[in-house]
């Protein structure tokens, strides 16, 4: 009788949630492929320039911040089902037509100048299609399935980082790279489709969207969030969090990957993997580990409160950082064991992918109870601007840190800003009512 229960409980009955979660299985599949791609390629056909990849990483990230306001606003009046297949459509069709001018204009030069456009244009639409998206679930999900949803959809991220992130080093290393944006375009199209059958009650507001209403919207929200000062605490921390640990796998890792192992004499397992490849093996290890802790949450207890425990899991994130800061000084710059380093990494990212599980999912379940659904997109926009604000800077800096210092002041400046931060929070008296 329980197992019957069980399995009328389980959120995977619900059609709509199963019509969203195949097309983010799709689209964020697409999403690994390209980014696992530019990286590499943007450094590849650049000789290396570690200044043009954190450009580009600020440059996508000035354009999401921009239009998620926007992105909120539209979520709070138009249909977010509608809002987020027409996004997905867009995005595929502009990767589709970026991939045929790649095969007219084959100089490094134009292929830079397309994928700085690509990936602009790109993150503006990501702007928009975010906010309706992570309001989705209230409106299509029973709230005491709130936290079984998110685990769910936090499990199936993390299947993609362990066997989309295999794929897209095998993909990246035999296909061209014109073949590979074209798979990736077709992704986001057959997300649309999916994201097409989603139908839930909507009410559409009978006043028209002016740009004078979207303002007075956008204002409306930060009033109301002003009123949730453990959300406010949150994103105030978060902001800086993300500066600090943003510039680790976005800026250092690619370089670690194309300079120090690429020009090592011999590292583990160089006989089958090549240097891009432990890419792979890094968010392998995060991926596993998240699945894990996503599990453990996905049968769990919804809590009332989660903010005292996030806030120690922010603290363990911190440590990992100094022990992986302090790994490659010894083993990297002051000597030749870049071997213990790699398993030292790959033992950091076990811990990460866990710990990120652990934060996330109480946290974004949470801001889904206490926050009013017809406020959600608006709330979601100022939540991503808050925590993605300051990345663009840091993408920019830690590639003129890189350039100028090398990895392990890059890595040092980024233990003692996360730090900081983390012990900030710990003692946070608002944070622990959320």
């Not at 014109?178 to 994201?195: D, M, P, Y």
């Not at 059958?197 to 028209?208: C, E, R």
């Not at 990212?349 to 934060?359: A, D, H, N, P």
Request: with cysteine.
């Amino acid at each position: 009788m329980k197992s019957d229960d069980k399995k009328k409980d389980n959120v995977f009955r619900n059609r709509n949630f199963r019509l969203v979660f195949l097309g983010a299985l799709v689209s964020e599949l697409g999403a690994l492929l390209y980014s696992f791609a530019v990286s590499f390629y943007i450094l590849e056909i650049s000789g290396n320039n570690a200044f043009l990849q954190g450009l580009y990483l600020a440059l996508c990230g000035v354009a999401m911040l921009i239009f998620t306001p926007v992105g909120g606003v539209f979520g709070d009046r138009k249909s977010k089902a509608k809002i987020m297949y027409v996004c997905d459509f867009m995005k595929g069709g502009v990767i589709i037509l970026a991939t045929v001018l790649m095969l007219l204009f084959s100089e490094p030069r134009a292929h830079i100048v397309i994928l700085f456009v690509l990936g602009i244009f790109g993150n503006a639409v990501s702007g928009i299609f975010n906010p309706a998206a992570g309001a989705l679930f209230p409106h299509i999900v029973e709230e005491s399935q709130l936290q079984q949803a998110n685990s769910y959809f936090t499990m199936k991220s993390s299947m993609e980082s362990i066997l989309g992130v295999i794929l897209a080093g095998i993909l990246y290393a035999a296909l061209p790279i014109h073949v590979l944006f074209f798979c990736v375009g077709a992704c986001f199209v057959a997300s649309g489709i999916s994201e097409m059958m989603i139908d839930y009650d909507f009410t559409p507001s009978g006043v028209p969207l002016t740009l004078r209403l979207a303002f007075r919207d956008m204002g409306d929200g930060i009033a109301y969030l002003k009123t949730k000062k453990a959300i406010l605490v949150l994103l105030a921390s978060v902001l800086f969090i993300n500066f600090f640990f943003a510039p680790v796998t976005g800026n250092f890792l690619p370089y670690f990957i194309k300079t120090d192992l690429a020009n090592a004499p011999s590292y583990l397992f160089d006989s089958i993997l090549a240097p891009e490849l432990w890419s792979s093996v890094f968010s392998v290890c995060i991926g596993l580990s998240s699945l894990l802790g996503a599990a453990i949450l996905s049968g769990s207890p919804q809590a009332d409160k989660c903010g005292r425990k996030v806030s120690r899991l922010f603290c363990y994130g911190a440590a990992v950082i100094i022990g992986l800061t302090v790994c490659y000084a010894v083993f990297v710059e002051r000597g030749a064991r870049i071997n213990a380093f790699l398993i030292a990494f790959s033992l950091g990212c076990v811990m990460v992918g866990f710990l990120i599980s652990c934060i996330n999912i109480p946290v974004i379940t949470a801001i889904m109870r206490i926050v009013d659904k017809d406020k959600l997109s608006k709330v979601n926009s100022l939540i991503n601007i808050g925590s993605q604000g300051m990345i663009p800077i840091a993408s920019v800096l830690a590639g003129v840190l890189l350039e100028a210092f090398g990895s392990t002041v890059l890595l040092a400046f980024c233990s003692l800003g996360f730090t900081v931060t983390a012990i900030s929070l710990l003692f946070s008296r608002q944070f622990k009512e959320l």
